[in-house]
């Protein structure tokens, strides 16, 4: 039975160390879902549409990544996608007490879908999407935190 | 004399965390004060006339169980049920942050309040506010995560 | 009926840190048990006897107060002193997660014993006996730091 | 190819946590290597042949799980057996910073091995070897801790 | 050659802690900028004007602190200022989180830029300034938070 | 005035981590002490006299850096070297409470000593003495962990 995991994240934007998890995580399931969650109330920064181009970019059409944008919850996409776990990177102790709370609920919604982290690679885990927003919006060089080109 | 605690909280919605918390506080204080904080500018998901009825139904009419509104300063509040005590819960590492710099304000503002903790047991310490209101919000099952029926 | 707490540390040495966290207890409290563990194998650097007097020199032979020495469990120690509440200072997250790992291990122990944690004034915070056994050994001075002379 | 991970501890004892993610950790993985680290220095309080023993009887024989001691680096382990992971459970933040460490050394001695982390579940996050062999050295009761019996 | 360090914030208000590292960083740098980033975007409770008034006086015109308001990148302020140092106060472990990230990324825009820590004094790391904004709004006193007069 | 910082630490051994900070202390510092705290109790892996020489060699014979032994307070060093700052490395938010105590301690033995907090560099920031010592007795590569040749 193929291995798929659900990648969920707001990704406004996708940066190099969502990259990192994802190519880590290929070696652990057969097939990796990116889902963007939107919500039509909260206004983005990179519209969904453009950033999932760009995601198809980075990986250049690997037949082993989707990506899709929804707006459900997580556990119901999960079923959609007969994925049977949600990928998650850690990067520091702030991010595991969100994850744990998260991979908690998880659990309670649904008893057959186990969450799976990774840490993410040092050089990436100070970068974070609300940064890099930051910092592109007061014209600062963003290019070399994205594995794509703006 | 009364050994009065208020449990402070914006309570939206009240869970089985904080339902936990108040139980065993009514081991150590003769009154618990529950009290909904609540800004007029600041929308609420749950109105606070429902959270007051809801919390007198979860505790039953316990006549060592009362549920306020406010909106003024907790130690103003406090003062005026000569509570000497402040009731809080604590689940991880984050909480205890920010209730450490509370509990520090609060010395400051009236000496003679203090902040008294217990540790949400293990199956609540995952459950808070904001993610129930994320999962009902997209239709989600929480009622086993609240000591009432929506 | 008398409400009493155990407050069990090492206290090698007892600090102003701890004075304080007794004295907040005895709000709450009727009898606070000071109780120091202590194991025959582990070597101490201030005796147990020599402790047992200096904290009751601190206190000023207080009669909510007791000071005894223990080697067994502290939820047998507990039922000895009919005390349901266990009294601890949290001073910061390091703290917190180790408290919580043995509330949840006492709870199972014994479900009728609750943990009650009071935050230490930030004055004390840094202070910890590790800290002041370093300090003492190399001849500095302590006396500031612990609520009795040595 | 069989997807093989390593879960290294000392478990001194095994318990009711590491179970639960051996278990979880089998529906990641074709099989899971439990590799008892074991230094002939250091005094251990469960006998290591003992250990095996009674965790092979927890896991029934299952023909996915491997029981090893080692006293040799993780990774060389890791490459005689093939295996391109390692299984870890994260309790806390406290796990969390030492397993970014050893991650990241892990890392650069064997580029190829890849951290897995799964979080323990609630009820069994407060459990550790050193608190059940406190207990146990006290003639408490641990049973209820230990996926076997003592 | 000058030793000249940005001490950014938004300082919604300035408060003691702040001015506690400040005095700290005199004994370090020969010129502290105290730059009071602002997003015309963002609504501020204390104005610009004012906030810069303020913390004049409470320097009482000290001919080593600069105080500028500034809406770019702090690595550009950095520059105009021949700044080679950012002085930024820790108070506890989330802080330490936050500065960690931005210590990294501004590293990444300007790899000269050195970001240096001092720990808040412990009397003042409850301090910060939303809580100063709460009570202040409900009319409490925070006069003896401040290093001026409201 | 000459600013001298103590850069204090067992150094067993030191290592790449250890070299970022003192490198980006010379920015700061017009000289730094890398002082190594011995302990003749303590038995140390790499012997103190090996690891001078070594640092030596790292630092090239920097003239504004001395290396020196000692078994005192580390207030009492300060002082013999008219050090007026401790400097000292941040990896993560454990490294922070323990520096915390440290400081404020350090602050009532000697309140004219300040103590300065650089972060190590992502890629070096997992590293740590306990670690390496671990690698090298079971004979694992460590030369890329250090800044000599072994």
């Known amino acids: 039975m193929k291995r798929v995991a659900i990648f969920p994240g707001s990704f406004d934007p996708f940066t190099n160390g969502h990259f990192d998890i994802v190519n880590k995580g290929l070696k652990l399931f057969d097939e990796v879902v990116i889902a963007i969650g939107h919500n039509t109330n909260k206004q983005r920064y990179f519209p969904v549409e453009d950033m999932i181009a760009k995601i198809g970019e980075a990986f250049n059409d690997n037949e082993h990544i989707k990506i899709v944008a929804y707006s459900e919850l997580t556990v119901s996409l999960a079923r959609k996608h007969n994925a049977k776990f949600l990928l998650r990177g850690l990067r520091n102790t702030t991010d595991f007490e969100y994850e744990n709370s998260i991979a908690q609920v998880t659990k309670y919604l649904d008893n057959d ?38």
Chains 1, 2, 3, 4, 5, 6 share one sequence.
Do not use: C
């Open 113 to 150: 879908l186990e969450s799976v982290f990774l840490i993410t690679s040092p050089q990436y885990a100070a970068i974070n999407s609300t940064i890099i927003r930051e910092v592109h919006r007061y014209g600062g060089k963003v290019d070399d935190l994205l594995p794509y080109k703006l």
